[in-house]
């Protein structure tokens, strides 16, 4: 089957612009995550979406940092206002109902924030 | 809090020798930790994992990891590297014995396969 998939894979925006980035997970996957990869560093969870629970959003380093998740299936990631130290690639992972099964994982959006 | 520490930044082994990617954790509780590779301009890809039991797992392209506890290890090896398994490793923790489920990673090791 499909893994996750996530739009655009490229993104280049002016600072202070808004951008919105796309995940579409496994297909019954009640669990995705966001994470955040920055250059030479390793991955920063930003927020977890399980079910209709409430999202764990501990991992977001800003208020400009939001992301929603519709019908328990696509997910949203939006930065307002983008600075240059946002330019990472963006990585969206989804997992099953189970606890302790591994997370799968797109092939991110690279964001460049001149 | 729980995080991971991966102390070689790259480490270089010649094709048909084993190799060990070096990987330590921190959790206040019960850890589940994974291994995942990532290929140049792709995303991370799931290699094996280890939740209980056997403290030897064994993954995917003849990848094995051992799980110690008492020196809160769990670090991948491979008995004959090739070529191909060149790319960027993650080691990553989650404590089982809280509700949170993301994952912490360390900040990767770069292996390098010489023919």
């Known amino acids: 089957g499909a893994g996750v998939s996530q739009s655009p894979s490229n993104k280049v925006t002016e600072k202070g612009k808004d951008v919105e980035l796309r995940c579409d997970p496994i297909?019954?996957?009640?669990?995705l995550y966001w994470y955040r990869q920055s250059l030479g560093q390793g991955l920063e969870f930003l927020i977890y979406f399980q079910g209709n629970s409430a999202p764990d959003k501990s991992g977001l380093p800003s208020d400009r940092f939001s992301a929603e998740r519709t019908g328990g299936s696509v997910s949203t990631l939006t930065i307002q206002r983008t600075q240059q130290e946002d330019s990472a690639v963006y990585l969206c992972?989804?997992?099953?109902?189970?606890?302790?099964?591994?997370?799968?994982f797109g092939p991110g959006t690279r964001l460049t924030v001149l | 809090a729980q995080s991971v520490a991966q102390p070689e930044d790259q480490v270089n082994v010649a094709e048909g020798n084993p190799l060990t990617v070096k990987c330590t954790y921190s959790v206040s509780g019960n850890p589940y930790l994974f291994w995942y590779v990532q290929y140049p301009n792709r995303g991370l890809q799931f290699l094996l994992k280890?939740?209980?039991?056997?403290?030897l797992v064994k993954g995917s392209y003849g990848f094995e990891a051992e799980f110690n506890k008492s020196q809160t290890s769990f670090h991948l090896k491979k008995p004959s590297a090739l070529v191909s398994d060149s790319a960027l490793y993650f080691c990553?923790?989650?404590?089982?014995?809280?509700?949170?489920?993301?994952?912490?990673f360390g900040s990767g090791t770069r292996l390098q396969v010489q023919p």
């Open positions: 990553a923790v989650r404590d089982l014995d809280t509700g949170r489920r993301a994952l912490t």
């Open positions: 280890y939740i209980t039991g056997d403290n």
């Open positions: 992972a989804s997992s099953s109902s189970s606890g302790t099964n591994e997370q799968f």
């Open positions: 297909s019954g996957h009640t669990a």
